[in-house]
Every structure is written in structure tokens, then in C-alpha cells.
């Protein structure tokens, strides 16, 4: 039992900047555009999850920054997988 889990990645501080100023270079106007496109994508991707984040974002006095945060965590977790994937292909 002493073995930690090492299904969900754990984020080296790197991953953070793309995604970072990903957000940073939207237009205000277009931020729930792309938090629904993200939203949309996980439904295709991972319904539980999308369903989820959509019932209880629906379910808070902020839904837009509930939602927000999830999508925005999601994709933090989505590129270090990526990013993980990745190196273990160039060292294997």
C-alpha cells in the first residue's frame, strides 16, 4: 500500500505556461466560447467528466467560473499526460 497511484500526472510547473498564455491571448468576449468548445470536446472524449463538470458547475451560484476552473485543470492534467506520453516515447 505504500505505492502512490501514478494514473493522474502530476504537473511539472512547465505545463502551465502554454495553457497560461493560451488564456491570457483570448479576447474576453471569446473565453466562454472556449470553455464550451472544451466542454463539447470532453463529451466526445470523456462523458463522465463532461457531464460532471456541467451538472455541478449548473448546480452553483457561479457556474461560468466553476466550470472555468474544471476545464482549465482538465486540460493542465490532459497536456502533462501528453507531455509524459511523449518522453516515454523518445527514452523507449
Known sequence: MD???TCVP????DIA????KELLDLPEEDYGRYIASHIKKLVEENKIVANWISQYAMSTD???EVASCAVILYRLLESQAEANALAERLEG
Do not use: R, S
Not at 502530476?10 to 510547473?13: S, T
Not at 505556461?17 to 497560461?20: L, S
Open 3 to 5: 505505492k502512490k497511484c
Open 10 to 13: 502530476i504537473l511539472h510547473p
Open 17 to 20: 505556461g502554454p495553457i497560461q
Open 62 to 64: 457561479k457556474p461560468m
